[in-house]
């Protein structure tokens, strides 16, 4: 299996415009997390799905964040408009099972790093 | 709130020296905690699993410690090597309720110098 699979790798783009991340969990995982990390807050959960159900959106900080899960192999995180605070490197992350997340703890990919000027 | 804090300075420890990394929590009684590693550009790896019932948990040379008392669990890297360099993330969790998802501590930033 390729792991878990973000892109674009890297994003820059200029304030008030639109971004969409994205995110290929690993085949049969049926949870999904999105997360993001910056210097000053460290790791943060924004939102997670179970299959393809969105569970918890308490983390997404304000309506200009959006995510969508239409199946269980394709996730986006959208943000609109977006604004030079937004810039942090998002990640996401899966597993199969609450015991799976217990043993094998989750498979992250490697983040899109995102910088809005 | 709950609250989970890592050594908040970056550590340089000599190779062949054991690494010792602190993760303490509050306001939560966690029954499992989690440990990761993070490499620059990376995202975070598991490590190792600790329950609240087990004392030590071993893993080649990785031995972490669990003390529901004291809230606080160490994370130990023996004969430490150049190669162990990365942020090390702890993640204490509970399993109340539908609880799935993990919160992160800030993570220690680890340099193991030849």
């Known amino acids: 299996d390729a792991g878990v699979i973000q892109s674009p790798r890297h994003e820059v783009t200029e304030m008030g415009q639109e971004v969409t991340l994205r995110c290929k969990p690993i085949?049969?995982?049926?949870?999904l997390f999105w997360y993001r990390q910056t210097m000053m807050r460290g790791l943060e959960l924004l939102i997670y799905?179970?299959?393809?159900?969105?569970?918890?959106d308490s983390g997404m900080p304000e309506d200009r964040f959006s995510a969508k899960m239409p199946n269980a192999s394709f996730s986006t995180l959208k943000i609109q408009p977006s604004e030079p605070r937004d810039s942090a490197v998002y990640f996401c992350a899966s597993h199969t099972d609450r015991g799976a997340l217990i043993r094998y703890g989750y498979t992250f990919g490697s983040g899109t790093r995102l910088t809005v000027v | 709130s709950q609250k989970i804090e890592q050594n908040s300075e970056a550590l340089n420890i000599q190779e062949g020296k054991t690494a010792t990394l602190t993760c303490n929590y509050t306001n939560y009684s966690p029954a499992y905690l989690q440990w990761y590693r993070q490499d620059p550009g990376r995202g975070p790896v598991f490590l190792l699993l600790i329950r609240e019932n087990e004392k030590e948990k071993r893993k080649e040379r990785l031995k972490v410690t669990f003390d529901t008392t004291l809230k606080q669990s160490l994370f130990h890297i023996t004969a430490s090597q150049p190669a162990d360099s990365a942020t090390y993330l702890c993640a204490p969790a509970d399993t109340s309720g539908s609880a799935r998802q993990l919160t992160f501590g800030s993570g220690t930033q680890l340099t193991v110098l030849p």
């Open positions: 085949s049969g995982h049926d949870y």
């Open positions: 799905f179970n299959n393809n159900v969105p569970i918890d």
